[in-house]
């Protein structure tokens, strides 16, 4: 039985402290019309995509809660959700999340071509620090904006439109995590999405890295963690210049050889399209990383007794 | 205080059953003065360094024990510790270790400048199979002539004629595991030397991945998780036609960003040198990849858990 079907990377362009949330709403429902012209049934959307990156300012929390979506969906952004529903399109994307108990947390889901939501994904490896950097124009709070996820890295069946492949998801800096992409692998996924905001050399900053340099790690994560998983990935930036800060583009759609099929070019709202070919995850799942026959978890103690980096005692010591 | 110095890469071209080991150390002994003349003070030589890649045979016992070490130094290799010594060249060499308990393993060690054996590793991730593959032409029978390492990843200090760096070692396959590398850089591991014996499209049999690809994967696994650990990486093939058979080439010398910085062109003796400043692993050691800001090992348990991958449950099942 073949098991292909057609996704698409959106990635989407700066998104500035002052657009309207109905601005924003209109330039992902665009994409999501230009994916489904082209044939795509299933869309992915950056980390946090309905606003722009707020964990750089830091913000009073009158300021703060009208970032985050207190349920999803909700009306502001069921303009995306009805019309994906009317294309028969799935898609993922990321959103800050504020739960009754009053918890936040840098969220994704994935939502079915039905409009059903399949999964909720919580970002585990929150960057950044919970007290701003004195001097530093741009701030990266999300330790201080989000709790930790705590539901690990789920996997999600999901239906024959999408090839019943087992999707999982995973959100900016968690790419950076070989941990992460490991837990999906150990669940058969199949494809990986990774929503992501990612700055570059702030030329008014100074203390970045260069946005070269960092598109560069941004791929090479991506492709070798889905290579060494054997699964399909697709990578999407929220991009360019957002209230005066420089986003990295780069988003790429990865195959299970750790080859990227297709790749953006610009910094701006820009859709790749790609056939995915499940049963290309099969030779590595197989024969390379067949885990079961090469896995030796009994060696790998310390990934989980420590966290920290210790250096190795010195002899005699 | 600077903590940089330079390092080579001993590319190996093949080494066929037939040849004497006398030959074979000789080839090492010219790639290690050539890394002198250069101002290598570290040499790292392949997997298997001291004979054909015989796992692509089947053997009997009495052909199977000539490629095996029974200790180390031995009168054999002596030449080559005693050429290192006088040149005060440290390096890391892979070999077949026989031990007096008839235990058998894939083996390399760590050599320092005056000639002492600083630390031993023993492959953890065989690939392969024990019993051989029906109307294959070559073999991979690691799982056959070897045991799974049991010492871990241990990672060791060295001398200032190496900066005091912290090095690991990873053996071939192992390099596409992260969980070594991870286990290296939770010590702290500023370099880690990789050699192998990789197999490329192979045109007689017709079953293998293609050479072009084969190298690919190798580097980028190399970079990535180079980059993932914030260490610097040299691997080191032996390459080329060997026994009929054909062995990937490839060899790099990789930065903590993941970045190339030499690496080799040919499929034969060829050797790369690179300035190593381990100062280089604090970015990202301090930063990006501070684990203890970062990692959430609650959250990996499934990588200890779990040897093989299993599909998440359907819902309702």
Known sequence: MPRTFRAAAAQMGPTQMGDARSHTLQRMIQLLENAAR????????PE?????????????????DRHYEREMPNPEVQPLFDRAKELKIG??????????????YNSSILVGPDGTIIGKYRKVHLPGSVEPRQGSRFQQLEKRYFEYGSLGFPAFHTSPEFGNAIIGMLICNDRRWPEAWRVLGLQETELV????NS????????????????????KLVVQANAYMNATW?????????E???CLIGGSCIVDPNGLIVSEAHTLGDEFLVADIDLHLCRQGKDKMFNFEAHRRPD???????RTKAIAPKMEGV
């Open 38 to 45: 082209d044939g795509a049934v299933f869309v992915v959307f």
């Open 48 to 64: 946090l995509a309905f606003t722009t990156f707020f964990p750089r300012w830091l913000l009073d929390n009158s300021e703060l």
């Open 91 to 104: 898609f993922y994307v990321g959103y800050a999340e504020l739960t009754s108990d009053g918890e936040r």
């Open 193 to 196: 999405c990774v929503g992501y």
């Open 199 to 218: 700055a570059g050399y702030d030329p008014n900053g100074g203390s970045g890295e260069d946005a070269a340099l960092r598109t560069f790690h941004s």
């Open 233 to 241: 990935a697709i990578a999407v930036a929220k991009a360019g210049t």
């Open 243 to 245: 209230d005066g800060a």
């Open 299 to 305: 060696q790998y103690r310390m990934i989980l007794e």
